[in-house]
């Protein structure tokens, strides 16, 4: 069985140096796609807006508000609850957005899902 390679790679050094070009090129787009998702922002609310966060990409917390009607000192354990999911839903909407940006940007240059 032989192996199939993409249109335009394979064959003499001409196709070699366009395909390292290629290379070299993918590499600087997603250095500039990951440092760009590090600093994008991400505002979540849970508790039905008790608990607002700002994160950025990098999963760094910048903000968190609490509403003061769900500070109830005798129950700490409810309050603990929301600022995790709102932590939780942070994290999952900047890895949602780097996995779909990543994906994108692997099959503008035709690298098949999985590979990176």
């Keep these: 069985m032989k192996a199939r390679l993409p249109k ?6 001409q196709n070699m140096n366009a395909m390292m070009r290629q290379v070299q ?16 922002e991400y505002e979540v609310s849970a508790g039905g807006g ?8 990098s999963r760094r ?8 009607d769900v500070i109830d000192p005798d129950d700490p354990e409810t309050l603990a609850d929301i600022i995790a999911a709102a932590v ?3 994290i999952s909407r900047a890895e949602a957005d780097a996995a779909a940006e990543m994906s994108a940007l692997a099959q503008k240059f035709g690298i098949p899902e999985g590979a990176l």
């Design 25 to 40: 090129q993918f590499q600087e787009e997603r250095e500039a796609l990951a440092a760009e998702l590090e600093e994008r």
């Design 61 to 68: 917390v910048e903000e968190i508000v609490i509403s003061p």
């Design 88 to 90: 939780n839903e942070g």
């Design 50 to 57: 008790a608990v607002k966060l700002k994160m950025k990409g």
């Design 8 to 13: 335009g790679m394979g064959g003499g050094p």
